[in-house]
């Protein structure tokens, strides 16, 4: 990103004001957050799905322990990779963290958690796990033809963590998502009251950064971390879904060469970002434009 632009928006920040940061991965986030931090004081709050657990520090891109040192983190590296975790479970501890008082700056590419935070989020009862193990088994042809009619029409239908919840909801409190959602309450942090930031990026900037990322992460040791869990991989687990996982766990069964490993967790992270960049354009237009680079 523009090093005079981020100064600007840092310097213009008011003190003591909550700060969102947003932005595909790869993008410079943790480090704007840093510059933020070091300049009005904070603590960082992570908002990212995949680096709240403790088994991907290198896999998930988290804040090294030197970045760690320079300010304080939350929510980084805290759970365990089997775990059930959710927007709702994230929400609430970040509530936890605001009512300790100090300055947040929230950071992350989960769009749902922001959206969540700044919006409101429906107050729908936890899905039994008889319930989402049954799930998983069943196609999404399936998942979706169990859809009540108001919910599917609000869905991405091609997304299937999106349809499988929708379709876990239903069977487990016999309402649909759409009705659960229009009972949402106030939102922790009305945009309104905070500095919102998202990050904007040139994609061919962004792509070179997700291939030399990756390749970072395997020389810093990735491997070795998807290695660790190997014995207990199981691909429906939330953790182990995270972007190069799969991936890196193929080449360990000989599927792939690490080569081709190498190859598919990078478009699969260029796909990712791209619709974390689809997020942004559609739904935080309202938020502070940052360009990168």
């Known amino acids: 990103m523009s090093h005079d632009a981020a100064a600007t928006l840092i310097e213009s920040t008011p003190t003591g004001k909550p700060v969102l940061i947003a932005g595909p991965t790869a993008s410079g986030k943790s480090a704007l957050a840093l510059q933020v931090a070091a300049t009005g004081g904070g603590v960082i709050v992570n908002a990212d799905a995949s680096q709240v657990y403790a088994c991907w520090r290198i896999i998930s891109a988290r804040p090294s322990a030197q970045e760690e040192a320079q300010a304080p983190h939350k929510l980084y590296g805290h759970l365990d990779q089997d775990v059930p975790y959710s927007t709702g479970h994230w929400l609430r501890e970040v509530d936890a963290i605001l009512q300790q008082g100090a300055r947040p700056i929230i950071v992350g590419g989960t769009g749902l958690y922001f959206q969540a935070l700044t919006e409101g989020l429906a107050n729908i009862p936890a899905t039994p796990s008889e319930v989402r193990l049954h799930a998983d088994t069943l196609p999404l042809e399936v998942l979706l033809g169990g859809l009540d009619a108001p919910t599917a029409a609000g869905l991405d239908l ?136």
């Not at 190997?230 to 060469?257: D, F, Q, S, W």
Request: a positive charge; charged letters at 25%; hydrophobic letters at 45%.
């Open 158 to 293: 091609a997304n299937r963590a999106r349809v499988q919840r929708a379709w876990e909801v239903l069977q487990a409190t016999g309402r649909g998502l759409a009705d659960w959602q229009a009972e949402t309450p106030a939102p922790l942090l009305p945009l309104d009251q905070c500095t919102a930031i998202a990050l904007h990026v040139d994609r061919d900037w962004l792509n070179a950064r997700i291939a030399q990322r990756f390749d970072l992460m395997l020389a810093q040791g990735g491997l070795d971390e998807v290695r660790a869990i190997a014995p207990n991989y199981n691909p429906n687990l939330p953790a182990h879904k995270a972007i190069g996982v799969p991936e890196l766990m193929a080449h360990l069964r000989g599927e792939y060469t690490l080569a081709e490993a190498r190859d598919a967790a990078v478009i699969a992270t260029r796909r990712y970002a791209k619709r974390q960049r689809t997020w942004i354009r559609s739904k935080m237009s309202d938020w502070q434009a940052l360009q990168c680079p």
